[in-house]
């Protein structure tokens, strides 16, 4: 039904250079099947559905659709928004008829689909409402309801529950396959983007795992379990288990010869997450007690801390990057310097974090010994993001600049002034 | 029970046909309105010597109607012009590059500028007639409101958000929908609140505006703006007291019935999605939403409206198809480019050097060095006059924007203070000095700042009434107090609002500096050195040498001190003191 053959997508750097975020991606969605895009963010997998909803071109490769190539948004591929887009001047009616009035259909029938559709999705009632009187799990109803309204073929799932909490986040997933396996709606495939793997096993029939810088395709999983799934099932366990250690194995081996790897850092060019000095503290820590004593299954952790993968995995890869902890095959387990940081007091603490910090990231030791080599122990921002644009996108300059700044203060390696964007030794 | 529900049921319907006859007598009013006041369009217009303006108070009503509807014509000239002009430059990249420096440039043009330089074109458009003078006032009312919208639109435009944009290309919606649908809808709130800006701005021109001389054309319009002309010429303090008080009448009016049901009508386009806060309301929105014959009225103009997005309809995949391959062919584009900039550098060459040998060929050089000179003088006006007013009008916002039900009562006052037209004022103060024999050079500045100081007022309460709970808590707890608690807690918070105010403020002054650094009271003429002294002398003597230098001279101070001054301030308050 759809075909996606060989699609790759670079974006053009201000240098002229290309930075490349897909590669190499096949697949082909057939009838009456959710496929899964699984993985972490960066892995260019929203870039992909974009891709496949004719929103931005693909720079090769292409997608097929019904045996037409897809350059612009075809009539029956809708889409559901993680941030829902609604439009907040346009009552849930109105939301939902946008679409068919781009359809050019009459009046009357522009009503009745529309009425239809709020039904389906459980949303009667609500239709005279403004998106600001609505709940999250309501708001996203109405994005459900202004894509299926259009009675399309495939459906897009954009991370459609990640913004919402748990507990609504559940009802629309079982709501959705309840009516899905009921045959009640009108679509024939999905497409689901997520980070979430148990929701990934929960909803898709096909998980395809992808890796990150450039994106692509790892594995793909077949979920074989019959409808309804139950999460605390041993077999649906198993495979969670499994596709943790698919992610973890497989992001330690990065394949050589990159220079923008993600891990471990050995080059300046490595692009360090989202991360703060706390949340590193504290995931030793929760490691480092009872009942885990140093070692703990990923998933168990993960829900006990109520973290998802796009927030563990960050966090125990830089612990990893700093000698302080070793993840694979789905566990996380302390080194013997991770142990005493957890037993430490915040001295001592920092005192071994800098260490480590100078010793396995080179971009922290980097810093530090031009700041040591210039007369005056001071470098202005510029001179670091120019130097890691070369390796990485702007963005990915800046995220990585402020983790260091974060970590290097903790570690009182340097100190930063935000206002005259300078780096400096002095220690205020 | 069943009573009960009935006699609810006849209240209802009561109060339903009371909607309805509010709604009517409305709609009605302002057409009877519009009739009225355009069948003079196409009079004659009155020979030289004649007296067209009366200062009897009982032709005072007629000289509103004619200068509101003078205002709401400028206003829809505005809102075309916005909707084209910024679209162009938000849609096009090249045009954009032009159009919005241009825009910087002409929003700092003093406005009587265009308005002697224009003069004449329009008047050959239909010699002899009202209607070329007509044109002349509504051009120059125009370009007093319409450069902020625009720049309002764009700026809106440019920050649709994402998911929004994506959203409406997925569901296939034509370039024309798009716009209606979302970017339109997007840009309101902002549009509105610039639209009553400009409104302020356009009556304060009003008087400049009916009662054009430039050189040997004297133009006068029957309107409130003549009336109050005639009075100054005939040093008639009644006549100019009763003009104040229909002017504060008509514009309790038009906030009544034009912006107040707009601000409540475009809240439902706000997109923060916040749903606990009190809404602006109007009793005039109300009438028109709870009537069923405006209702039923609509209902065939949704029909043609929808009709327009089908025909628009097969528009998108041409668009889409274009933008892919803008993002594919991009090597092809820079040679382009170069030609593009390589037209632009040539043609701003040649005006430049048109320019230089038109004002040359009137003036000497030694004069630009004046006008420069006196540049300077009017700058050093305008930064006291601001720096006073912060002086006074800071700590008194942060009194008020801290005591919520002070605010309440003032925030409504300050803006009607701003909406209200200063150089109404100018004849009491004017004729205060000539009596008073004070000397103008000091005592006319005062009057550059008399309108625009309200928007450092209030831009303060609004930001001293956003200074969080806890912040103040924090202050009491850690016993901040005096000196130490502006420093660190009042001034900082309100900073970024400041800032907003301030170069509102220092815009306005320079635009009033030429309607206040020369003044009349009868055949008695005031004079403040200046910049605006100068621009206004060389109008009323029709000299276009020394007019295009001056406004070329304002224009550079204007843009330079923007760009100098206002905008690294205004960055900095923005990434410093922002809170939140």
């Known amino acids: ?428 | 029970m069943k009573t009960q529900h009935a006699s609810a049921r006849l209240s209802h319907r009561f109060s339903a046909i009371f909607w309805d006859l509010v709604a009517v007598l409305l709609v009605l009013g302002m057409v009877v309105f519009l009739a009225q006041t355009s069948r003079d369009l196409m009079q004659p217009l009155a020979g030289p010597g004649e007296t067209v303006i009366s200062l009897e108070p009982s032709g005072l009503p007629e000289y509103v109607l004619r200068t509101s509807l003078r205002m709401l014509a400028a206003m829809v000239l505005s809102l075309i012009f916005t909707f084209t002009y910024a679209t162009w430059a938000a849609k096009s990249r090249r045009a954009g590059q032009v159009l919005i420096p241009l825009l910087d440039i002409l929003q700092s043009v003093p406005i009587l500028g265009f308005i002697s330089v224009t003069v004449v074109f329009f008047m050959s458009f239909a010699p002899g007639r009202m209607l070329g003078a007509e044109l002349v006032a509504i051009f120059a009312i125009f370009t007093s409101q319409a450069w902020n919208m625009a720049f309002s639109f764009y700026q809106s435009l440019r920050t649709v958000p994402t998911e929004l944009v994506e959203a409406s290309r997925s569901f296939r919606l034509s370039p024309w929908m798009r716009f209606w649908k979302l970017e339109v809808p997007f840009a309101m709130p902002a549009l509105v609140w610039n639209m009553m800006m400009s409104m302020s701005a356009g009556w304060f021109f009003v008087v400049a505006s009916e009662a054009i001389s430039v050189g040997n054309t004297v133009v006068t319009l029957p309107g409130i703006g003549s009336y109050i002309a005639l009075a100054i010429d005939q040093r008639d303090l009644g006549a100019v007291g009763r003009a104040i008080a229909v002017m504060l009448i008509v514009i309790l009016i038009y906030d009544q019935l034009l912006f107040r049901p707009l601000v409540a009508w475009v809240d439902r386009f706000r997109f923060e999605q916040e749903a606990d806060r009190n809404p602006p309301r109007s009793w005039v929105l109300m009438a028109l939403r709870r009537s069923r014959w405006v209702a039923m009225a609509v209902v065939p103009l949704v029909r043609m409206w929808r009709w327009t997005y089908r025909a628009g309809n097969d528009g998108a995949s041409r668009e889409l198809a274009r933008t892919a391959r803008n993002t594919m062919g991009s090597g092809v584009i820079s040679w382009l480019d170069w030609l593009w900039y390589g037209a632009i550098a040539v043609i701003c060459a040649v005006s430049m050097w048109k320019i230089t040998v038109f004002v040359l060929q009137g003036v000497t050089p030694d004069e630009v060095g004046t006008t420069v000179f006196l540049g300077c003088v009017t700058m050093v006006r305008v930064f006291v006059l601001i720096a006073v007013a912060s002086v006074i009008w800071v700590p008194v916002g942060v009194w008020i924007g801290l005591h919520p039900a002070a605010a309440r009562i003032i925030q409504p006052v300050t803006q009607f203070m701003a909406a209200f037209p200063a150089n109404l004022l100018f004849p009491l103060a004017v004729s205060g000095i000539v009596v008073l024999r004070l000397d103008p050079d000091i005592w006319l500045s005062p009057l550059m700042i008399l309108g625009t100081q309200w928007y450092i007022l209030f831009n303060v309460i609004a930001g001293a009434s956003t200074i969080p709970g806890e912040l103040r808590d924090i202050g009491i707890n850690l016993g901040v107090r005096g000196w130490l608690w502006w420093r660190r807690i009042a001034l900082p918070a309100v900073f970024p609002f400041y800032m907003t105010g301030a170069v509102t403020a220092s815009g306005g002054s320079w635009n009033a500096s030429i309607v206040a650094e020369l003044a009349n009271w009868g055949d008695t003429t005031l004079k403040a050195n200046g910049l605006g002294a100068y621009i206004a002398e060389a109008t009323a003597a029709g000299d276009f040498h020394r007019i295009v230098l001056g406004i070329a001279v304002m224009s550079a101070f204007v843009v330079l001190i923007n760009r100098l001054f206002w905008r690294p301030l205004y960055i900095l308050a923005e990434r410093k003191f922002r809170l939140g």
């Open chain 1, 1 to 428: 039904m759809l075909d996606i053959r060989g699609v790759r997508k670079s974006f053009r750097k201000p240098d002229g250079s290309e930075l490349l975020v897909l590669d190499g991606i096949d697949f082909t969605l057939g009838e009456g099947e959710i496929i899964g895009l699984l993985g972490r963010s960066g892995s260019g997998k929203s870039t992909l559905l974009r891709s496949i909803a004719g929103l931005t071109p693909p720079s090769a490769g292409s997608v097929i659709y019904h045996g037409n190539e897809v350059t612009a948004p075809p009539p029956g591929i809708a889409m559901v928004f993680q941030g829902f887009a609604l439009f907040p001047w346009l009552t849930v009616l109105e939301n939902v008829q946008l679409g068919l009035e781009a359809l050019g259909l009459s009046t009357g029938e522009l009503h009745r689909r529309a009425i239809e559709a709020i039904d389906l999705i459980g949303l009667d009632g609500f239709e005279s409402a403004y998106p600001r009187e609505l709940s999250g799990g309501m708001r996203q109803r109405v994005g459900f309801a202004r894509a299926l309204v259009v009675h399309p073929n495939i459906l897009l799932m954009d991370e459609p529950f990640s913004a919402l909490d748990v507990l609504t986040a559940e009802t629309l997933r079982t709501d959705f396959l309840d009516l899905w396996s009921e045959g009640q709606l009108p679509i024939k495939g999905v497409i689901l983007v997520t980070h979430n793997i148990e929701e990934a096993v929960l909803m898709c029939d096909r998980i395809l795992i992808f890796g990150s810088n450039p994106g692509r395709i790892l594995n793909e999983i077949k979920v074989e379990l019959p409808h309804p799934r139950a999460r605390l099932d041993p077999a649906f366990r198993d495979l969670v288990e499994r596709i943790y250690v698919e992610m973890t194995t497989r992001s330690a081996s990065v394949p050589a010869g990159r220079r923008t790897e993600y891990f471990p850092g050995t080059g300046i060019g490595t692009i360090l997450p989202h991360v703060s000095s706390n949340s590193l503290s504290g995931l030793l820590e929760a490691v480092a007690a009872a009942p885990y004593n140093g070692e703990a299954d990923l998933p168990v952790i993960a829900s006990s801390l109520h973290m998802e993968i796009d927030e563990l995995f960050p966090v125990a890869e830089t612990l990893q990057m700093l000698r302080f902890a070793e993840v694979a095959g789905g566990d996380i387990r302390l080194t013997t310097e991770g142990r005493q940081f957890a037993d430490f007091d915040t001295d001592r603490r920092k005192h071994l974090f800098a260490r480590h910090l100078l010793t396995y990231v080179a971009l922290a030791a980097h810093i530090r010994r031009v700041l040591d080599e210039r007369p005056v122990h001071q470098a202005p921002w510029s001179r670091f993001a120019d130097e890691l644009e070369d390796y990485m996108p702007p963005a990915a300059a800046v995220q990585t600049l402020r983790t260091i700044i974060a970590l290097g203060r903790y570690a009182e390696i340097f100190s930063y002034d935000d206002e005259k964007q300078v780096f400096s030794l002095d220690n205020p």
